[in-house]
């Protein structure tokens, strides 16, 4: 096998390893690196033979325990189709191997827009029928504890973590969150997490999967792809099999602000070494509007540091503003004291 650049010498033995185990004596050839997101893991795509493959390599500052956990997540998630194959998974090293997605962009989908979130309703669908994840217990609860460990945070100033934390509180207090009921969640399924091979779609980097309420992927799906209450229909139907109820679109509007403030505490805490060397304006507010903005400008470099930034200041944003509207007071209302 060719030595891989930027691959750490520690890890190329264990490398060496997964390789052979999956591959016996074929050769493994032109490795190329695929960019990734903001976890730092080193991907490459590679053949052998006349089939390709992605070796994906998760960087030594990942727990083992939260490596295990979403490598686990990814081989129950393939075994329903949910994920791509998976042909090696050590947690312990931190590799795994598995089929290649040539990804085609979302807005290439024969049946357009509608037929996306179809496709997408059924892929939430399919995820939810794999064997359970690992849990991390009570999803409210455990914003709460992110939510602390980014006080004083310069990204978030005490006024706005305030209202992040009273609008939480809120959210806790009125909405029922029976961990009895969970199911497989991926928890991040944003456009760069979810492939489309020109016939079906499919779902990438586990590294946030878990247990979770039915409608967190659902929440934010609907919040990034399929937008606008047709879409958000036919997303919402084609996972659940049913028609919405008030009371399920309230508790879907709750918890597409909590998965807003999940997503801003956790790019927080992926930056808090970097932070102090990112150049951002020093202002905490950001806009969904103003960010989406300044992608489509080329503000930010894709995958830097400064966008993560900025992704970061935008959904706590959302969250504290969201906290304070009267679709946010009217959605508490139809669920306190009841389920969805």
């Known amino acids: 096998m060719q030595r891989l650049a930027a691959i750490p010498r520690a890890r190329e033995d264990a490398v060496h390893v997964a390789l052979r185990e ?7 050839r032109d490795f190329i690196p695929i960019s990734g997101g903001v976890s730092g893991a080193l991907i490459y795509r590679f053949a052998v033979e006349e089939r390709l493959y992605v070796l994906r390599i998760e960087p030594e500052r990942i727990a083992l325990a939260d490596r295990q956990r979403g490598f686990e997540c990814m081989l129950s998630a393939s075994q329903v189709g949910a994920a791509p194959s998976v042909h090696y998974a050590d947690a312990g090293t931190g590799i795994a191997i598995m089929n290649f997605v040539a990804g085609r962009p979302l807005s290439e989908h024969p049946d357009g827009p509608m037929g996306l979130a179809n496709g997408l309703g059924a892929l939430v669908a399919r995820l939810q029928t794999a064997t359970a994840f690992p849990s991390i217990g009570n999803y409210p609860d455990a914003i709460v504890k992110m939510l602390d460990d980014v006080r004083g945070s310069q990204l978030l100033v005490s006024d706005q973590w305030n209202r992040c934390a009273e609008g939480l509180s809120r959210i806790r207090a009125a909405l029922p969150w029976d961990t009895s009921s969970l199911v497989p969640c991926h928890n991040d399924p944003n456009p760069r997490n979810i492939l489309f091979d020109g ?5 990438v980097d586990w590294e946030l999967a ?12 609907t919040t990034d792809i399929a937008e606008g209450p047709e879409l958000e229909d036919a ?78 200041k935008m959904s706590l944003t959302a969250f504290s503003d969201a906290s304070v509207s009267s679709m946010f007071d009217k959605a508490l209302n139809l669920v306190r004291g009841g389920a969805s």
């Open 235 to 312: 997303v919402l139907t084609a996972a659940l099999g049913s028609k919405l109820t008030p009371e399920l679109r309230a508790r879907l509007l709750l918890i597409r602000q909590l998965t807003r403030l999940f997503y801003g505490c956790v790019v927080l805490q992926s930056l808090a070494v970097e932070l102090p060397s990112i150049q951002h304006d020093g202002k905490a507010h950001l806009t969904p509007e103003a960010f989406r903005l300044g992608v489509e400008e080329g503000l930010w470099k894709p995958g830097s540091p400064e966008i993560a930034c900025a992704f970061a």
């Open 22 to 28: 999956v591959f016996a004596n074929r050769d493994a």
């Open 210 to 221: 878990f247990q979770n309420d039915r409608l967190v992927d659902l929440a934010i799906l």
């Open 199 to 203: 016939e079906r779609l499919w779902l």
